[in-house]
């Protein structure tokens, strides 16, 4: 798909992809004084009603982050919790995006998955991947630097003596999908916390306080109206944009 860095992309005023960092699942339990996993399983609904705004305001691409490579380093009580609502709802909320014509994709390093999520992640895919609504995808065991490596490697044992971005772009995890428009982090940090780090390059960030528990229609859509206002100027000067780009 076009690289921002090589080609400029189509401009749109709704965003055709938006990454998301769903953060703040542990916060918001704390602050009503509820476990952590509480927070967890509010996000996921929170999840599939944010999913269905997206594909019905006509976003194609939607991804999101849901367990980082660095996640494993928490309590072994919240990962073995997370592992079991990501299976849990590979089984059974799959069926739910099928009926409505989405499709799932799951990226990540699927080495350290117990071998029914890795089933459920096979299947999950399968049943949906003819469909042609938005496109899912989750982020779990996934890392910036473990995506831009294993690129780099699969490019590599192709014979490829130097990489460029051609060379490398057909083995990166969103290799189908345009660059993301939109970023949004929930949940008040302003960090990338090894989340796209290829793909982000000339992505329109946004930040918000909002715990992710909390984000509704209403938050997506101050999200969607900050990128509305925003310059993309991709390397050019303001003037050489068409005078419906440029911002006041
Ligand atoms: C994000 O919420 C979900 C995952 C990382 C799985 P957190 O669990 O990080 O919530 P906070 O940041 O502690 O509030
Ligand atoms: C980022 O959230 C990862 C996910 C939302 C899955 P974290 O809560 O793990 O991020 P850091 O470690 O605080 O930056
Ligand atoms: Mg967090």
């Not at 400029?8 to 004084?33: Q, T, Y």
């Not at 206002?229 to 419906?244: D, K, N």
């Amino acid at each position: 798909m076009t690289s921002s860095t090589q080609t400029i992309p189509e401009h749109r005023d709704l965003p055709r992809h938006i990454a998301v960092i769903m953060d703040g699942n542990g916060r918001w339990a704390k602050k009503r004084l509820l476990p952590r996993v509480a927070g967890h399983k509010k996000g996921l609904e929170v999840l599939e009603a944010l999913t269905a705004i997206c594909s019905r305001l006509g976003v194609d691409y939607l991804t999101v982050f849901a367990f980082s490579t660095e996640n494993w380093r928490r309590p072994q009580e919240e990962v073995g919790f997370l592992m079991g609502l990501f299976l849990q709802s590979l089984q059974k909320r799959v069926k739910k995006l099928h009926k409505n014509g989405l499709r799932l994709k799951i990226i990540g390093d699927r080495s350290r998955f117990a071998p029914s999520i890795v089933a459920g992640i096979e299947a999950a895919e399968a049943l949906t991947a003819n469909n042609t609504g938005l496109t899912l995808t989750i982020a779990a065991d996934y890392g910036g630097r473990w995506d831009i490596l294993q690129a780099a490697n699969q490019a590599l044992a192709t014979g490829v003596k130097v990489l460029d971005e051609a060379a490398l772009a057909p083995y990166l995890a969103l290799s189908e999908a345009p660059e993301p428009d939109l970023f949004i982090r929930t949940g008040g940090e302003t960090r990338i916390s090894n989340f796209l780090l290829w793909q982000l390059a000339y992505t329109e960030l946004y930040f918000t306080p909002v715990l992710w528990p909390d984000f509704d229609e209403a938050a997506l859509m101050h999200a969607v109206h900050s990128f509305q206002t925003r310059e993309r100027r991709f390397g050019r000067t303001s003037e050489q944009l068409p005078i419906h780009l440029q911002r006041p």
